[in-house]
């Protein structure tokens, strides 16, 4: 890069990072709100996650701080373990320290691919879902409803209604404003809808408190490192279970943003790297009890947007935002709550788009995948609903993967190509010889379903003298694909039938060797193609039928 290339990216970065510290700001003390924490809860965290990836990270727009679900998970997680009492803060950063450490054990084992557990379908109903409670427990906040208690939404709804007659017409009528600007604002890209509707709020503050409108408050920020409240001998478990979780929903929301600008600009992705900047990232943060912290996309995409080149754009952020907290505090403590729950309700109002449950509809994917997220959230609660709808999704894979599929192929006319006689019943069978196919991976849990269906293809082609099996949807065996694999070559071999496995991997192949399987010998093994083991299989044919004579 020239130095006047050099030159402009800086100027960029810095005028990004004093852009995007306005709208990073007044989200940090609104998403403190969210888990039921002080508002310094949230600086402290941004702070630290600026900091942290601005100096460790890999991507160029990754802006790391605390988000609206990861808030909320541990607003569920905290009243599970210490319910209304005085040590919420204090458990609440237990929780963020402890899922740093998962962060930092899940990094040194290179569990980069982590995020993938949670399926897009899942994510993506997960956060519809998400939005939609955290949008119900801010309009307390919005109205002057008395607060809410859990993330049942029947119940929220219901108390919502049974209070309606306590809502203070004021507070709501200045949330519903505030709301209504952020939204004008988003269609008039040039003007920034956050900073605006707070700089009013400040300026109306007195007037409003006056009228019984409720303000932010005092923020007393301690960046003192504090030792953390260690679980007591009944609350381990679920402790690490909620730092497991914080996890889980943190590095998918990270990754996901992460990886999607990385590709957008043709930049490497590290994932690996990326969970130990975010172990040490939500380790500070829990020591100065703060909130977690991930790279959430809307601070990401809105860095992106602001022109930011490099990492530069975050540390100019978190300059900035410390010249904010000292010089601009007192006028932040006058933000009127209304207001930041407008601010939070217009964040996640993004997710609520159907449009992103359109291409499951039409591709007939992972519909009923979605929608149980999406229910999960609703009826079981945030952390529940998370829990339940992972494992949905791995139970939904589990029957698939488990289901017992095997086609029997044949060759297309003048090609080389061998398909499944099934879908093209023009494709032609090799004269004493069956080719067989398991449709997906062989492992404990379909081996011997595919076995005995394979037995049952032999049976009805009984003028076969050479099976031939492609293994190309197996990387790898366990021990009970490996028997059930010898109990078959075996029940061929007493029936006078060869077998030859073709498509067989490297490492697979080495491992069927060490296995010494009835007929695997290295020359039943050594088919790289189905074509290769069909000639093969005939010149055994052929030398059997020539030594008879």
């Not at 906040?141 to 007659?165: E, K």
């Not at 900035?320 to 709550?337: A, G, H, K, S």
């Not at 062989?442 to 379903?449: D, K, M, P, R």
Request: proline share 4%; aromatic share 6%; glycine share 10%.
């Amino acid at each position: 890069m020239s130095g006047a290339a050099a030159s402009s990216a800086r100027i960029a970065d810095v005028l990004a990072g004093l852009g995007i510290a306005g709208l990073l700001l007044p989200e940090a003390v609104a998403y403190s709100g969210i888990a039921g924490m002080p508002p310094q809860a949230g600086v402290v965290a941004l702070f630290v996650g600026l900091v942290c990836y601005g100096l460790l990270g890999t991507s160029r727009f990754a802006i790391v701080s605390s988000t609206s679900s990861s808030a909320a998970v541990l607003a569920a997680g905290t009243l599970l373990l210490a319910g209304g009492g005085a040590n919420r803060a204090a458990v609440a950063a237990t929780l963020v320290l402890l899922g740093g450490g998962c962060f930092l054990i899940a990094g040194a084992a290179r569990l980069g691919g982590l995020s993938h557990l949670i399926a897009r379908p899942v994510l993506r109903g997960y956060t519809f879902g998400l939005a939609i409670v955290i949008a119900l427990k801010q309009l307390p906040h919005l109205g002057g409803w008395p607060d809410l208690h859990g993330d049942f939404v029947p119940l929220l709804v219901a108390d919502l209604v049974r209070t309606s007659g306590q809502v203070h017409a004021l507070t709501l009528l200045t949330g519903v404003l505030a709301l209504l600007l952020l939204y004008v604002c988003e269609r008039l890209r040039r003007l920034p809808g956050s900073l605006l509707v707070i700089a009013l709020g400040v300026a109306a503050s007195s007037w409003l408190a006056a009228r019984g409108v409720p303000l932010t408050g005092a923020i007393r920020l301690q960046m003192s490192i504090g030792m953390p409240v260690w679980p007591s001998s009944g609350q381990w478990l679920p402790s690490v279970e909620l730092a497991a979780a914080l996890l889980l929903i943190l590095y998918a929301e990270s990754y996901s943003s992460i990886r999607g600008f990385a590709l957008k600009h043709d930049d490497p992705v590290t994932p690996n790297r990326d969970l130990l900047v975010l172990g040490v990232a939500n380790v500070l943060s829990g020591l100065f009890q703060g909130m977690p912290v991930g790279a959430g996309y809307s601070g990401t995409s809105a860095n992106e947007a602001a022109g930011a080149q490099s990492r530069l754009a975050g540390l100019i952020a978190a300059a900035t935002v410390l010249l904010m907290v000292l010089l601009l505090l007192r006028w932040i403590e006058r933000i009127p709550l209304a207001v930041l729950a407008a601010i939070v309700i217009h964040a996640v109002s993004k997710s609520w788009r159907l449009s992103v449950f359109r291409p499951y509809l039409q591709w007939k994917r992972d519909r009923l995948l979605a929608l149980a997220a999406v229910i999960a959230v609703l009826s079981v609660g945030i952390l529940n609903g998370l829990l339940f709808a992972i494992a949905f999704s791995l139970i939904l894979l589990l029957r698939q993967l488990a289901s017992a599929r095997v086609s029997v192929l044949g060759r297309l006319a003048g090609s080389h190509d061998f398909v499944d006689i099934a879908q093209h019943p023009n494709a032609v069978q090799p004269p004493s010889m069956l080719i067989l196919r398991p449709e997906e991976p062989l492992f404990f849990a379909n081996a011997e379903a595919v076995m005995v269906l394979a037995r049952k293809q032999v049976e009805a082609h009984s003028a076969a003298k050479q099976v031939v099996l492609s293994l190309e949807a197996s990387p790898d065996l366990d021990s009970t694909a490996l028997e059930s694999l010898g109990d078959f070559s075996g029940w061929l071999q007493a029936r006078g039938v060869g077998l030859r496995v073709a498509r067989v991997k490297d490492e697979t192949r080495a491992l069927l060797l060490r296995a010494a399987l009835p007929q695997l010998s290295s020359q039943a093994l050594d088919s790289w193609s189905v074509e290769d083991a069909v000639s093969a299989a005939m010149a055994a044919m052929s030398s059997t039928g020539n030594h008879a004579q």
